[in-house]
């Protein structure tokens, strides 16, 4: 069966460290693999984006990276700030349905001062 | 300016009503999708609408019916609510775009049905 596996447990980690989210994934091919931010009680919010022939993608204190072989894909946030508190939710696209997200049930992440 | 809206915010109803949530786009997006996110915090694809027509419906129980009147709007008609039906409902939009399919969404309808 299909699934989109990240971390269930929270992940604390001290401001100014990095933080390491891992998105696993199994029978997908996906063609796009995204990253959203959620914070409670609002909507996911669009950060990255990374296709299937990229393997890295920044934007400021970001970073995906996209292993099509392993199936997973890593997503870092350098120089943490409190502020970057969320649950970060990775999601699928795969060329058989576009326009259908697969999200995983998504990371908290929980920076502290 | 709100790019993705919806209402209510909060709804709170009985079993067996019928209840409808409202979504509005001012993106200028081709596609529309309802979401749904249970207690275990899946966010699970319901419809999709491009252009006014239906492209994506998952199996969802046909108590609940989308309507699209035009592509800035897509609505959620739910019938004959279930206690099941508790979640949160996001409505996102997103251009039709192969290249690029981030989607926007919106704050979300928490749907408690007692």
């Known amino acids: 069966s299909q699934k989109i596996e990240q971390n269930s447990e929270a992940l604390n980690i001290q401001e100014g460290k990095t933080a390491t989210l891992t998105c696993n994934y199994t029978?997908?091919?996906?063609?796009?693999l995204q990253w959203y931010r959620q914070d409670p009680g609002r909507g996911p919010v669009f950060l990255l984006l990374?296709?299937?022939?990229?393997k890295e993608k920044r934007k400021e204190r970001l970073k995906v990276t996209f292993d099509t072989t392993l199936k997973q894909s890593l997503f870092h946030i350098t120089a943490s700030q409190p502020a970057d508190s969320a649950t970060y939710l990775c999601?699928?696209?795969?060329?058989?349905?576009?326009?259908?997200?697969?999200f995983g049930a998504g990371t908290q992440v929980v920076v502290t001062p | 300016d709100t790019a993705v809206s919806q209402t209510p915010k909060y709804l709170v109803t009985q079993m067996g009503n019928d209840k409808s949530i409202k979504c509005e786009q001012n993106?200028?997006?081709?596609?529309m999708y309802w979401y749904k996110q249970d207690s275990k915090k899946f966010l699970k694809i319901m419809f999709s609408?491009?252009?006014?027509?239906?492209?994506i419906n998952e199996t969802v129980p046909n108590r609940f019916s989308p309507k699209s009147p035009d592509k800035a709007h897509l609505n959620l008609h739910i019938n004959s609510l279930e206690l099941g039906d508790s979640a949160v409902y996001f409505c996102?939009?997103?251009?039709?775009?192969?290249?690029?399919?981030?989607?926007?969404f919106g704050q979300g309808t928490r749907l408690t049905v007692v």
């Open positions: 993106l200028g997006h081709d596609t």
């Open positions: 999601a699928l696209e795969t060329t058989d349905s576009w326009g259908k997200l697969q």
């Open positions: 029978n997908y091919s996906p063609a796009y």
């Open positions: 996102a939009s997103s251009p039709w775009d192969r290249a690029n399919t981030e989607a926007f």
């Open positions: 990374i296709r299937e022939n990229e």
């Open positions: 609408y491009n252009n006014k027509e239906l492209i």
